[in-house]
């Protein structure tokens, strides 16, 4: 089974640039040869796109290349894994089983709640501690919940880099 990476000339997005795949293609039982796509969620300027790779100078090269090797090693190990189990990797078969395991991911993937419904699911797993450490517990939620009101803005979850201020005097 041959993978590699396409440019669909054929679309175009406003800013000139197209999407790129990954080809799968393959030979059959019954010698005929099966070729498959799949969607990287990329986007290259044509230019950018030299003898089958994307070219260093592409904006955002780290970030596009890091999605594109992470389909292809989902790929190797989805053919690996097949190929372990005495079968012959059929480009159909292995891009059925890639999106498959983008559901189950997708779905595995935690929903994003309301910064005090996950402080009370908190509390909750805290139930059977100490009750020092419990009424700490409910000292800072009080805290929160008074800065909420002195702020007049909701708390919610922010990531805070070494430099940023998170919290205005």
Same mark, same amino acid.
């Given at each position: 089974?041959?993978?590699?990476?396409?440019?669909?000339?054929?679309?175009?997005?406003?800013?000139?640039?197209?999407?790129?795949? =990954?080809?799968?293609? +393959?030979?059959? *039982? &019954?010698? %005929?040869?099966?070729? #498959?796509?799949?969607?990287?969620?990329?986007?290259?300027?044509?230019?950018?796109?030299?003898?089958?790779?994307?070219?260093?100078?592409?904006?955002?090269?780290?970030?596009?290349?890091?999605?594109?090797?992470?389909?292809?090693?989902?790929?190797?190990?989805?053919?690996?894994? =097949?190929?372990?189990? +005495?079968?012959? *990797? &059929?480009? %159909?078969?292995?891009? #059925?089983?890639?999106?498959?395991?983008?559901?189950?991911?997708?779905?595995?993937?935690?929903?994003?709640?309301?910064?005090?419904?996950?402080?009370?699911?908190?509390?909750?797993?805290?139930?059977?501690?100490?009750?020092?450490?419990?009424?700490?517990?409910?000292?800072?939620?009080?805290?929160?919940?008074?800065?909420?009101?002195?702020? %007049?803005?909701?708390?919610?979850?922010?990531?805070?880099?070494?430099?940023?201020?998170?919290?205005?005097?």
């Amino acid at each position: 089974m041959n993978i590699s990476l396409k440019l669909d000339k054929n679309f175009k997005s406003l800013e000139g640039e197209h999407p790129l795949y =990954v080809r799968l293609r +393959g030979k059959l *039982p &019954n010698g %005929k040869v099966s070729e #498959t796509s799949i969607n990287t969620g990329v986007y290259l300027l044509e230019k950018h796109f030299i003898k089958g790779s994307v070219s260093s100078k592409t904006s955002n090269y780290t970030d596009k290349q890091r999605i594109i090797n992470g389909i292809l090693d989902e790929l190797s190990r989805i053919i690996s894994e =097949v190929v372990e189990e +005495g079968l012959e *990797p &059929n480009p %159909k078969f292995i891009k #059925t089983e890639y999106e498959e395991r983008i559901k189950f991911r997708e779905l595995k993937t935690p929903q994003i709640q309301s910064f005090w419904k996950s402080f009370e699911e908190y509390i909750e797993t805290k139930k059977n501690t100490s009750y020092g450490y419990r009424k700490t517990i409910n000292t800072l939620k009080n805290h929160l919940k008074d800065f909420e009101e002195r702020t %007049k803005q909701k708390n919610v979850f922010r990531i805070c880099g070494f430099k940023d201020r998170c919290f205005s005097e």
